[in-house]
């Protein structure tokens, strides 16, 4: 079946080190590969998304995710995380549609 | 340029009662779309309008569920009765152009809907 799985629901981090969230996507077809984020009380925002090209994207906000077609993979990194980037972060692809199908989402949290 | 709107922010309704929810699109974005979360499952896509035109309704979960979109501006999403499984944030999103290959979604704040 189709599906998007982001295997960590929760992970925290201290404020200054390096971050990593993981995707793994099964479809027959590369899709298009997204990256949102929530923060609380904000709707969802793009961070970064990768079509074709270069497997290495560049966000915003400092993230950056790396497609990995072998390992059915896109995931977001960012090396120095924020206390500001607490939120939580989606995962989502489309195929040749619009609707977007998304992971369950990653909670994450920073500690001083 | 003010972004996509969504009323109300919470709602807590009793099972059997009717809730609207309702979203403002971005002024000229002829794409809508509705998406919900129910509590630790995925975002899911609803349906999708151009203008007023309902192009895809593929995830609408019942006909509990209706969608309307008046004059091709705001969209509303009513639901009649409410179940308790009805729970969850809805999502609003809108875009200028559907063959908009960058997905240039924004999406709203969401609506967090309590059905008890």
């Known amino acids: 079946a189709q599906s998007v799985t982001q295997p960590d629901i929760h992970i925290t981090v201290s404020e200054g080190a390096s971050l990593e969230l993981r995707c793994n996507y099964s479809y027959g077809a590369t899709p298009y590969l997204f990256w949102y984020v929530q923060s609380p009380g904000q709707g969802l925002q793009l961070l970064l998304k990768y079509f074709s090209g270069d497997t290495l994207v560049q966000g915003i906000k400092g993230f950056e995710a790396e497609f990995k077609r072998s390992q059915s993979s896109f995931n977001l990194r960012k090396p120095s995380v924020h206390w500001s980037d607490a939120a939580e972060y989606f995962c989502?692809?489309?195929?040749?549609?619009?609707?977007?199908?998304f992971g369950k989402g990653t909670s994450l949290l920073v500690t001083p | 340029e003010a972004g996509v709107t969504q009323f109300p922010s919470h709602s807590v309704i009793e099972k059997g009662q009717t809730v609207t929810l309702r979203c403002d699109p971005i002024s000229g974005h002829d794409n809508l779309y509705w998406y919900r979360r129910v509590m630790g499952k995925e975002i899911k896509f609803l349906l999708h309008f151009v203008k007023e035109s309902k192009q895809d309704e593929s995830g609408m979960p019942n006909n509990r569920f209706l969608a309307e979109r008046t004059g091709g501006t705001y969209s509303t999403l009513k639901v009649q009765p409410a179940e308790l499984e009805d729970s969850g944030v809805y999502f609003c999103?809108?875009?200028?152009?559907?063959?908009?290959?960058?997905?240039?979604?924004?999406f709203g704040s969401g609506t967090r809907l309590t059905v008890v």
């Open positions: 989502a692809v489309a195929l040749s549609g619009y609707a977007l199908n």
């Open positions: 999103a809108s875009s200028q152009d559907r063959r908009d290959t960058n997905y240039g979604y924004t």
